[in-house]
Structure formats: C-alpha cells, structure tokens
C-alpha cells in the first residue's frame, strides 16, 4: 500500500508570496497518477492538479505542480487570498490514498 | 450542469444501520470510478474505497475493508455506502467523487458531502 507524506504540514506566508508544498511517496509510483486538491473549510475538495503536472479545468497558472522521483511539489507562485486552504495529494493507481495535508495559513 | 448529489445529513446511534447515497446529475457515472472518502472532524481526507458502476468492481482500502459495504445500481446511476452497526468513530462527513475517465484517474467532480452524526 502506497503512502503519501507531506510536508510541512502548516506553511504561514502572506498574500503575494510563493508556496511550494512537498509530497513524498512510500515508493516508486507513476506520476501520471499523482493529484493535487485544495479543500476550502464548508466546501467539497477541488481538483488542481492530475497527472503530476497538468491543471485541472479552470485552474489559475499561478498553480503548477512538478515531480522528481518519488518526490512531488505544488508551487503556487504568487497567494492570493482565496488560496488559503489545505492541500492534498493523492496516488490513485488502483487504491486512491491521500496525503495527510498541508495547511497554507495567513501570517 | 455535472453534478453529484448526496443524500442528507443523518443522525444515527450506535449500533444502528445506514446507508447513504450519491447520485450523479447531468451526467452518468456507468463509465466512472466513484469513490467515498472520510473526514473525521478537524482531520484530514481519507480514501474509504471505490466502485465502478458499469460492472460494480468494487475496491477498498485496508483500513475501511469489512466495516463498510460500497456498491452502485447501474439502472439509477448512484452508488452506495453503507454501515450495519455504527459506532460513535464513524461521526464525519462524508463525500463522494467521480473518476476523470474510466480508468484509474483523479477525482474531478465531488459531491456536497453527506455529515453523519453518530451519537447515543
């Protein structure tokens, strides 16, 4: 079974700064099959990122997603207030785990 | 409009049975995945396990197999999760989210979530 860890699990920035959130895999996995959500609090999850690296219908290019091994990063270039939220990776080559998540919060 | 729609809030006691339901509008999920994922208050998402409706291939994560039942009705397009004897631990919310493609893929589309309240 595939685990997903990420890191930091709180990261405090201010609007207009750069984000870069890290996500470790248990083992070697295709990237093809790695996502990232952002989930507002009151609201369903929304998909960013599939396949690593390309961005979901809709999604701002401020947010890109990147891959080296079995190590994964979202970066968001420049926070905008509604970006504020947790973050999840997730695998999803036949079981579907997510991370633990990142908080990005207001400093 | 593509949606999900989940069936309302429950407040159950211990012991009782349930089973809610996730319904796809304006679209079909007979050629999704459709998977049910957990989150326990102040925690994070946790994959349960997932059905595909067109043959009812259903997979589940280690640590959901045997205290939960997913399963979809092709005829209606919904998918199911249910619980036989619930516990007060298995107060959360509750969505459901549709695969990309048919394939093994990310989950596009999320339902409202379903909040199940389990409590003596």
């Known amino acids: 079974e595939i685990e997903l860890t990420q890191s930091p699990g709180t990261l405090s920035l201010s609007p207009g700064e750069r984000a870069t959130l890290s996500c470790r895999a248990s083992?070697?996995?295709?990237?093809?099959?790695l996502a990232w959500y952002q989930h507002q609090p009151g609201q369903a999850p929304r998909l960013l990122i599939y396949?690593?690296?390309t961005r979901a219908a809709g999604i701002p290019d401020r947010f890109s997603g990147s891959e080296s091994g079995t190590d994964f990063t979202l970066t968001i270039s420049r926070l905008e207030p509604e970006d504020f939220a947790v973050y999840y990776c997730?695998?999803?080559?036949?079981?579907?785990?997510f991370g633990q998540g990142t908080k990005v919060e207001i400093k | 409009e593509v949606q999900l729609v989940q069936s309302r809030a429950e407040v159950k006691k211990p012991g009782e049975s349930l089973k809610i339901s996730c319904q796809g509008s304006?679209?079909?999920?007979?050629?999704?995945?459709v998977g049910w994922v957990r989150q326990m208050p102040g925690k994070g998402l946790e994959w349960m396990g997932i059905?595909?409706?067109?043959?009812?291939?259903?997979r589940y994560s280690p640590s959901f197999q045997g205290q939960v039942t997913i399963s979809a009705d092709k005829s209606t397009t919904t998918a199911y999760l249910q619980w036989s004897s619930l516990k007060a631990s298995d107060t959360a919310m509750y969505y459901c989210?549709?695969?990309?493609?048919?394939?093994?893929?990310?989950?596009?589309?999320w339902g409202q979530g379903t909040m199940v309240t389990v409590s003596s």
């Open positions: 083992q070697s996995v295709n990237g093809y099959h």
């Open positions: 304006g679209h079909s999920l007979t050629n999704k995945w």
């Open positions: 059905v595909y409706p067109g043959n009812s291939d259903t």
């Open positions: 396949a690593a690296s």
């Open positions: 997730q695998y999803y080559g036949g079981s579907w785990p």
């Open positions: 989210a549709r695969t990309q493609t048919n394939s093994f893929d990310a989950f596009d589309i």
